[in-house]
Structures are given as C-alpha cells and as structure tokens.
C-alpha cells in the first residue's frame, strides 16, 4: 500500500513592495514532516528551517511560530530544503497528507514563483490527501475544523506547540492514525458533553481560508 507522510508548513508574510517580484502574500519558513507505515505507525521525522528570499518574520510570526529572523537567516533556500525533504521521504509509493489544502497550493504556487521545478514533486502532488474533511464527516458536521480544536476534541496528547511545523506535522499524524484505526471515534469527555446539543453546521470558511494565496497583480 505504500506510506504516508504527514507535512505541514510555517511560513511568514511578504510585504507588499515585495510583490512586484513575488506576488504571493506568504513564504515558506519551515517544513516538518512524520513519515507513517500502512498500518499508520509514525516511523521518521523530518524538519527544517527554510530561508525566504522575500519576507520578513515579523513580530506577529514570531510569537506565533517561535521562529526569529535569526533562526533562518542562514538557513538554505527553498530549492535545497526539498531536495533534502525528497531524498528523506520512504521508498515506494507516498501518499502526502495535510491539515486542508493549503500547504499544497503553497509549495505548488511559491515553486511556480521562484521558477523551481522539481519533478517528483509533481508526483506528490497528484497523490495528496486533505484529512481535514475526514474529520468533519466523523463529527458529523458540516465545518472545518481548525487543527487545534480537532485535537483538544480527540483528546489527543499532543506533541509541543502549535504552529511549529514539526509538531503541527506530528500531532496530525496522530490524529489521522486515530481517524484511520478507530471504528468507534472517541471524543474528549469533556468536550463531547459541551458540544452534544450541536446541530450540523454549513460549511465555513475564514477569511484566511479565502486570502491565502490569493495572487496579486501589481
């Protein structure tokens, strides 16, 4: 059946003088990834700090993501953390997973920026698997979830902070396990009891979900 790999981004904003050359709002700064065999045990860990070639950590991200300007300032570039990322990913056939489809279209839209083309990418691409909605469907409601409510819901032990790429990386693995191997999905106690009266919900979007990656014209 092949593997999985869990990934998920950290990236910071691009001002807009810099997008005249640039013309999308976020950069990548950071990929963490968990690597999982078909019967959804984490096997290995990747991550790294990514240079950005046009945007700024400012104060926001930083609280944000613990990561400072210094910490990717010598960091390598985009092209060089992917050939790394590629070459650490399991034999066979890899099936990518994410929290929503955001980090995909970044990669897919800062590579297409910056000009970088990288085949089995490409092949990444075609074999990509959102688990956000997975997680709607077994809460039998009709929202996204964000990944943090997800795992408070779960009652997930949780691996370090949120929005660092490693841990976000590794605690979505866990809960995809958890949603992969559970027949019977066990929620918080606590959280169950709060939310029991919930009735479905219309799909929503934030207004993130609606911005990001938006391309610019300028």
Request: charged share 30%; with cysteine; hydrophobic share 35%.
């Amino acid at each position: 059946m092949g593997s999985f790999v869990v990934i998920d981004l950290e990236m910071c904003n691009v001002s807009k003088d810099n997008r005249k050359e640039y013309h999308y709002k976020n950069e990548i700064i950071q990929i963490g990834a968990a690597s999982m065999d078909d019967d959804y045990k984490i096997l290995s860990k990747f991550s790294s700090y990514v240079r950005p070639e046009y945007g700024r950590i400012d104060k926001f991200i930083k609280d944000l993501t613990g990561i400072s300007q210094s910490d990717v300032e010598n960091a390598e570039g985009i092209s060089e953390v992917l050939s790394k990322f590629l070459a650490w990913l399991p034999e066979g056939e890899v099936t990518m997973v994410s929290w929503s489809k955001s980090d995909k279209y970044q990669l897919v839209h800062e590579l297409e920026e910056k000009k970088i083309r990288i085949e089995r990418m490409n092949d990444l691409y075609e074999n990509w698997y959102d688990c956000q909605p997975l997680f709607s469907e077994k809460m039998k409601m009709r929202k996204n979830y964000s990944l943090e409510e997800a795992l408070i819901a779960t009652d997930i032990v949780t691996e370090g902070h949120a929005h660092d790429g490693l841990c976000d990386a590794y605690n979505t693995a866990l809960l995809f396990a958890k949603m992969k191997t559970e027949t019977d999905f066990k929620l918080n106690p606590y959280y169950k009891t709060a939310h029991e009266d919930s009735k479905p919900e219309e799909l929503k979007y934030s207004l993130a979900d609606l911005f990001d990656n938006i391309k610019f014209d300028e």
